[in-house]
């Protein structure tokens, strides 16, 4: 196989700012395509954002890197009319059920793609306030898009750039496998629609390290599909790793879920620093969601900033949003199962508690339906404040729940938790 090096600005790409590039990406792309892969340049011009590159979504092919410099930023033109729309995935909804903006960087069925940058000053800006506005004003057509994107494609990394103002999920990837995520840098308001960070979904075999998010929503979701469809899809997510993140903003949460029908286990989450979230780790389902988690663990988390509750299990949550293409009637063949979670080594000491009168605060929070208890969960050195907002320990229906003795705080725990002298 040739590899070609090429330069966007060799296919006419001006990068003023103003000028709209898209037919340069396009065709250095498909270029690249036909010599059976290589990589795709994006100038930077020196730094200090000398090139300003405008475009619609772009879609790159298999075996290729496509590179942005120092000083490149790439912007999404906002033109809803000229933005491509693309059907639900199958986890989701039907054809035709209803139709989403495609996402804005990446592909689907593709192989061996790398988006690299050369740090902070390679940037790609999704423009999201055009798209937050229609969110608050309800007057979107569609769903908005994922700034990347990528679909059914295996061997997929992303690495040493920063992410702005998404529309929707900055990075989303549906169905892949070998997914290595490495010092991406996420940044949106905190009052941004639905700008989660890092969303692995159906997806195996996937490492997001080293990286930052500070924005309006979560900062990981761990999913696999909603409610009927997903649990006909029947694609878990599994094997998931994320470790050394920082993540802010009030709802910047690691999370399970909600959308969780296909299953999702064996996720690590490990050296994670929240330095604003109102539920660090958050495991959320509902009555319709079916699916399954287990074998998670979460371990050496620091907690600063503004705290709802530090760990929340819960089954209860999502309760009035079903999926509304799933018939009325339906119902998922069990309960979410939820068991063997781990946590250990929890820092919150430094957190304070926001007094939030919509539900209240619950440091430790493990609500499921008795039908369907969850099993084996393990916590061992957690320390947080005194809860002077709510109460420090909310349980139900807990079935092999372990605390070593004297290493949690708030204390005492739940009845449901049996408490172990340390090893």
């Not at 790609?124 to 908005?144: C, F, L, S």
């Not at 959320?284 to 988690?293: N, T």
Request: charged content about 20%; some cysteine.
């Amino acid at each position: 196989m040739d590899w070609a090096n090429v330069n966007i600005r060799d296919f006419g790409a001006v990068g003023d700012g103003i000028t709209d590039d898209t037919v340069a990406f396009q065709q250095a792309i498909h270029f690249v395509q036909q010599v059976g892969g290589g990589t795709v340049v994006v100038n930077g011009g020196g730094g200090s954002f000398a090139s300003h590159y405008r475009s619609l979504p772009i879609k790159l092919t298999s075996n290729m890197v496509f590179y942005i410099e120092k000083g490149a930023m790439i912007s999404a033109i906002n033109d809803e009319k000229a933005w491509p729309l693309e059907h639900p995935f199958p986890s989701y909804a039907a054809e035709g059920d209803y139709l989403q903006y495609t996402g804005y960087l990446g592909g689907s069925n593709l192989v061996n793609v790398s988006i690299v940058g050369e740090g902070l000053e390679s940037v790609v800006d999704g423009q999201g306030e055009y798209w937050w506005k229609q969110t608050r004003e309800h007057t979107n057509k569609h769903t908005a898009a994922h700034l990347v994107q990528f679909s059914h494609s295996k061997q997929i990394r992303l690495m040493n750039l920063k992410l702005i103002d998404s529309p929707a999920w900055n990075t989303h990837f549906y169905d892949c496998d070998d997914v290595h995520v490495k010092e991406v840098h996420i940044r949106a308001p905190e009052y941004s629609n639905f700008t989660d960070g890092f969303d692995p979904d159906s997806s195996r075999n996937v490492l997001i390290e080293d990286s930052t998010y500070h924005g309006g929503d979560d900062c990981v979701a761990i999913k696999s599909g909603k409610d009927c469809f997903g649990v006909a899809f029947a694609k878990p997510c599994v094997n998931i790793t994320v470790r050394n993140l920082t993540c802010h903003g009030f709802s910047a949460g690691i999370a399970i879920g909600s959308e969780l029908s296909g299953g999702i286990e064996n996720v690590t989450i490990e050296n994670i620093r929240f330095t604003k979230s109102n539920k660090p780790a958050d495991i959320k389902s509902s009555i319709k969601r079916g699916g399954y988690v287990k074998n998670v663990v979460w371990k050496d988390i620091f907690v600063t900033g503004s705290l709802q509750r530090a760990i929340h299990v819960d089954m209860f949550h999502y309760n009035d949003s079903p999926n509304p293409f799933c018939p009325p009637d339906w119902e998922p063949p069990s309960l979410t199962q939820i068991s063997n979670l781990t946590f250990v080594r929890f820092d919150g000491r430094g957190s304070s508690y926001i007094d939030y009168k919509h539900r209240p605060n619950e440091t430790f929070h493990f609500m499921v339906y008795d039908e369907m208890p969850m099993r084996n969960i393990y916590m061992e050195d957690i320390y947080f404040p005194d809860n002077e907002y709510g109460q420090s320990w909310n349980c139900n229906a807990v079935e092999g729940g372990i605390v070593v003795n004297g290493s949690v705080r708030p204390w005492p725990p739940c009845s449901e938790f049996d408490v172990v002298n340390p090893k």
